[in-house]
Antibody, heavy 121, light 110 residues
Framework: QVQLQESGPGLVKPSETLSLTCTVS????????WSWIRQPAGKGLEWIGR???????NYNPSLKSRVTMSVDTSKNQFSLKLSSVTAADTAVYYC???????????????WGQGTLVTVSS | QSVLTQPPSVSEAPRQRVTISCSGS????????VNWYQQLPGKAPKLLIY???LLPSGVSDRFSGSKSGTSASLAISGLQSEDEADYYC???????????FGTGTKVTVL
């Protein structure tokens, strides 16, 4: 059974960089796309982006200038960095595995439990 | 601001049937597969329906999905109290070159 676990600071100061890591267990990280999704309290889900194990990425256009994703296959981990954060970036951040039969036919079959990141001084 | 529109809430009595709509456009639902996720209170979302109408292993067949043109629907039959949750449709959007979620629908069992 594949399991995903997010980790990283729960509190980030405004204008700094949010950094999260997702550790995959129970299966290999290779040959899949992996995504980050976030959810502000009481609001809906927002896709942040996806990364393939080759390093190829797609980002949400609204966040693209501030997002960097990376993958470390030796550790079975992938990571998210979001720069210049503001209070609007306060949310629960989820990592998820992407399944896709075709290039844009993504769906998320495994999710992490989520981690709350608060942006505050 | 989501490009996939869902009703904010639906409610129905136990054992009845509810339908949740998801309205999009030719750049998302009209040209890509639709997926549905269930989010129980305080939990991570869970895949409910993928590729318009397919059920993942372990998901009750009380859930069904359909799509027509630029709209999709999720139906829940034999409504149970455990179905109280938020439901999100989602699809890839070719214009945005990214994945989009619906606005979400809260299902209440009366």
């Amino acid at each position: 059974q594949v399991q995903l676990q997010e980790s990283g600071p729960g509190l980030v100061k405004p204008s700094e960089t949010l950094s999260l890591t997702c550790t995959v267990s129970g299966g290999s990280i290779s040959s899949y796309y992996w995504s980050w999704i976030r959810q502000p309290a009481g609001k809906g889900l927002e896709w942040i982006g996806r990364i393939y194990t080759s390093g190829s990425t797609n980002y949400n256009p609204s966040l693209k200038s501030r997002v960097t994703m990376s993958v470390d296959t030796s550790k079975n981990q992938f990571s998210l960095k979001l720069s210049s954060v503001t209070a609007a970036d306060t949310a629960v951040y989820y990592c998820a595995r992407v399944r896709a039969a075709a290039a844009t036919w993504d769906y998320f079959d495994y999710w992490g439990q989520g981690t709350l990141v608060t942006v505050s001084s | 601001q989501s490009v996939l529109t869902q009703p904010p809430s639906v409610s129905e009595a136990p054992r009845q049937r509810v339908t949740i709509s998801c309205s999009g456009s030719s750049s998302n639902i009209g040209n890509n597969a639709v997926n549905w996720y269930q989010q129980l209170p305080g939990k991570a979302p869970k895949l409910l329906i993928y590729y318009d109408d397919l059920l993942p292993s372990g998901v009750s067949d009380r859930f069904s999905g359909s799509k027509s043109g630029t709209s999709a629907s999720l139906a829940i039959s034999g409504l149970q109290s455990e179905d109280e949750a938020d439901y999100y449709c989602a699809a890839w959007d070719d214009s945005l070159n990214g994945y989009v979620f619906g606005t979400g629908t809260k299902v209440t069992v009366l």
